[in-house]
């Protein structure tokens, strides 16, 4: 399985501020026949199910605010909050679908200050 | 308006096996690219992936758990069923099934609340 690593494991943030959350893969998550790199990123926060965020390394979901930004390439990802926000708590999780089975980071639990 | 919707015991002994089922609505798994996947939680632990139902019927099932479970379909009720052979209290977590489209995959785009199932005599 493709292991993915996640740092930090926790975030303190003041609202206003940016914050990223790294995380690595095991393997890359380029496919060279489509061009698209299988990265997704979900937040659950507290007390709720997982939310999508990002898709496809960089293709927020519906609804996501343009705060948020996926990116990187081969295995070193990274996700940006340009300015976060007191909902923006809980933790966030990237997911690989490059090899079978999809596997998750350990989350990146962020709070704020 | 696409919604899931996790059912079953709350609490199973050692060994016995585990039944829960996913009843959606506003889609349709005769839907080309459709997939409804099952996660699970263990508390204060990560997301691990289970097992994904297609359109198609095929099923994928994650290999450390291949022996162990079981997803069936009942199209007419907009259900998929996972079945879960001898539990073990490691398998205790909050499990969620979720959709997907993958003929322009947006991600796990929806989710259900989760049933915490605890595995314990």
């Known amino acids: 399985d493709i292991v993915m690593t996640q740092s930090p494991v926790s975030l303190p943030v003041t609202p206003g501020e940016p914050a990223s959350i790294s995380c690595r893969s095991s393997q890359s998550l380029f496919d060279s026949d489509d061009g698209n790199t299988y990265l997704d990123w979900y937040l659950q926060k507290p007390g709720q199910s997982p939310q999508l965020l990002i898709y496809?390394?960089?293709s927020r979901a519906s609804g996501v605010p343009d705060r948020f930004s996926g990116g990187g390439s081969g295995t070193d990802f990274t996700l940006r909050i340009t300015r976060v926000e007191a909902d923006d708590v809980g933790t966030y999780y990237c997911?690989?679908?490059?090899?079978?089975?999809?596997?998750f980071g350990q989350g990146t639990k962020v709070e704020i200050k | 308006q696409i919604t899931l919707k996790e059912s079953g015991p709350t609490l199973v002994k050692p060994t016995q096996t585990l039944t829960l089922t996913c009843t959606f609505s506003?889609?349709?798994?005769?839907?080309?690219?459709?997939?409804v996947g099952w996660l699970r939680q263990p508390p204060g632990k990560a997301l691990e992936w289970l097992a994904i139902?297609?359109?198609?019927?095929?099923?994928r099932y994650s290999p450390s758990l291949e022996n162990r479970v079981t997803l069936t379909t009942d199209t007419s009720r907009n259900q998929v069923v996972l079945t879960m052979t001898n539990m073990d209290p490691v398998d205790t977590a909050t499990y969620y099934c979720?959709?997907?489209?993958?003929?322009?995959?947006?991600?796990?785009?929806?989710w259900g609340q989760g049933a915490l199932v605890t595995v314990s005599s």
């Open positions: 139902l297609y359109w198609d019927d095929d099923k």
């Open positions: 997911m690989q679908r490059r090899k079978f089975p999809p596997t």
């Open positions: 496809t390394l960089s």
């Open positions: 506003g889609f349709s798994l005769a839907t080309t690219g459709v997939g």
């Open positions: 979720t959709h997907s489209d993958y003929t322009n995959y947006e991600g796990l785009d929806y």
